[in-house]
C-alpha cells in the first residue's frame, strides 16, 4: 500500500535552516508528482512548493520563493524542501502529497493530489 512517511520538522531559530524529508513506501516515486503543503495555525493549508514526476518542474508559493527548494531523490524514492531564513510565519505542519501523474505538470492544489503524509512540525521561534 503506497504511502508517504515525512520526517525533518522540529524547532528552528528565525533566520536557521531546515530539511525536510519525505519517503514513499510501496510504490516507486518516479511514477508521481508531487508537492509539500503547510498549514498554520488557524490557517488554511497551502501549497508552498510543487514538483514534477520529472523533476524538471518546480513551482513555489511567493511568501517562500527564494528560500525555499524543492526536490526530488527517486533512487532514494524521497522528496525534499530545504528550507532557509525562516521566519516565524513559516510554522505550521509541513505535509507532502503525491498526484499518480507524469509529466512537466506540477499543482499546489490540494485537490489534485491523493496520498498524503501524516504530517511533521516546523516551529520557528524568535
Known amino acids: 500500500q503506497f504511502r508517504l512517511v515525512e520526517s525533518g520538522g522540529g524547532l528552528v531559530q528565525v533566520g536557521g535552516s531546515a530539511r525536510l524529508s519525505c519517503t514513499a513506501f510501496g510504490s516507486p516515486l518516479s511514477s508521481w508528482r508531487l508537492a509539500w503543503f503547510r498549514q498554520a495555525p488557524g490557517k488554511e493549508r497551502e501549497g508552498v512548493a510543487c514538483i514534477s514526476s520529472s523533476g524538471g518542474n518546480t513551482k513555489y508559493a511567493d511568501s517562500v520563493k527564494g528560500r525555499f527548494t524543492i526536490d526530488r531523490d527517486d533512487t532514494m524514492n524521497t522528496m525534499y524542501l530545504q528550507m532557509v531564513d525562516l521566519r516565524p510565519d513559516d510554522t505550521g505542519v509541513y505535509y507532502c502529497?503525491?498526484?499518480?501523474?507524469?509529466?512537466?505538470?506540477?499543482?499546489?492544489?490540494?485537490?489534485?493530489?491523493?496520498?498524503w503524509g501524516q504530517g511533521t512540525q516546523v516551529t520557528v521561534s524568535s
Open positions: 502529497a503525491a498526484a499518480p501523474l507524469q509529466g512537466a505538470y506540477c499543482s499546489r492544489q490540494q485537490t489534485e493530489h491523493e496520498k
